[in-house]
């Protein structure tokens, strides 16, 4: 329990200090950013504490989420509440987006860029079945999906470089791939997990990152949409981050660290060592 509680303060520590600098970037946004062209006109100067900070923040989280810890006797199931409001996201993100492709054909970018939102869009629906599978218990189905996860994060990557409605020095849209490639690695060491790897370095590092960098742009945006008005295509497709960052918060209070007796570089050679004797069985979602 006093592990538990531990993971729990340093979830409400990066979830604060993101909402905090998301808050700091609002005002810089509230002040450079040009809706009309939707450029960030902010000087090298301007950003650099904000950047210095969130660099410092997202370390900062990263070396405490590796620290060792002593494992507990008490297994503790995943709560299937929030794989039901991931998905129930993810799969808002999709109908919403899908609705502003049908009745407002976008007129920006190439034919790359709809085909690759379109992708985004179906990558979301399939996250979606695979949190919605993972809440009715039926993991076999879910991991049919699993794959999605990192695909819709490619996708949206690669759909916001190809937006002409963005330009490619705007410092939002840096932020946005910066926390679209840590969900990215994050769900990829999700999916390595269903493979039968039991803990990941890279999970806990690349939770600690999206976590930082994630509630920083949500917030930010969230705000400027909540006092500019309007809904854009791109503002449905982040809508999934949110669902995103519910579940890697939540993952981070549940997930298994190494313990006081192992480094991480052992328990990444003790995971490949079982892996290959458990015959590819998955483990199942709990921490030891």
């Not at 840590?182 to 939770?207: I, M, P, T």
Request: charged letters at 15%; hydrophobic letters at 55%; glycine letters at 4%.
């Amino acid at each position: 329990m006093k592990n538990r509680t531990m993971l729990l303060i340093y979830v409400i520590w990066t979830v604060l200090l993101g909402a905090g600098e998301g808050i700091w970037l609002y005002t810089l946004m509230d002040k450079y950013y040009d809706a009309s062209t939707n450029a960030f006109n902010a000087s090298n100067s301007a950003l650099l504490p904000f950047k210095i900070f969130l660099a410092f923040s997202v370390a900062l989280a990263a070396v405490i989420a590796v620290l060792p810890r002593k494992s507990t006797s008490k297994s503790v199931k995943f709560p299937k509440a929030i794989y039901t409001v991931t998905a129930a996201i993810f799969a808002f993100s999709g109908v919403a987006s899908a609705v502003l492709m049908l009745t407002n054909r976008p007129s920006a970018g190439s034919r790359i860029f709809i085909v690759l939102t379109w992708l985004c869009i179906f990558a979301a629906f399939a996250s979606a079945a695979h949190f919605c599978f993972k809440a009715l218990g039926k993991n076999d189905r879910a991991e049919y999906f699993s794959l999605s996860l990192p695909l819709w994060a490619i996708f949206a990557i690669a759909s916001s470089y190809f937006n002409s409605d963005f330009t490619y020095t705007n410092f939002i849209r840096t932020l946005l791939s910066l926390v679209l490639a840590a969900v990215l690695l994050f769900f990829l060491a999700y999916v390595r997990e269903l493979l039968g790897k039991k803990y990941s370095v890279l999970k806990a590092l690349s939770s600690a990152a999206a976590l930082i960098l994630g509630i920083s742009y949500i917030t930010a945006r969230l705000i400027y949409v909540l006092k500019n008005g309007g809904f854009l295509l791109s503002d449905a497709l982040e809508a999934a981050l949110i669902g995103a960052m519910i579940f890697i918060a939540v993952s981070a209070i549940y997930e298994k660290k190494p313990t006081t007796a192992e480094t991480p570089a052992e328990i990444i050679e003790n995971d490949d060592a079982s892996a290959s004797e458990s015959d590819g069985k998955s483990p199942e979602q709990t921490e030891e």
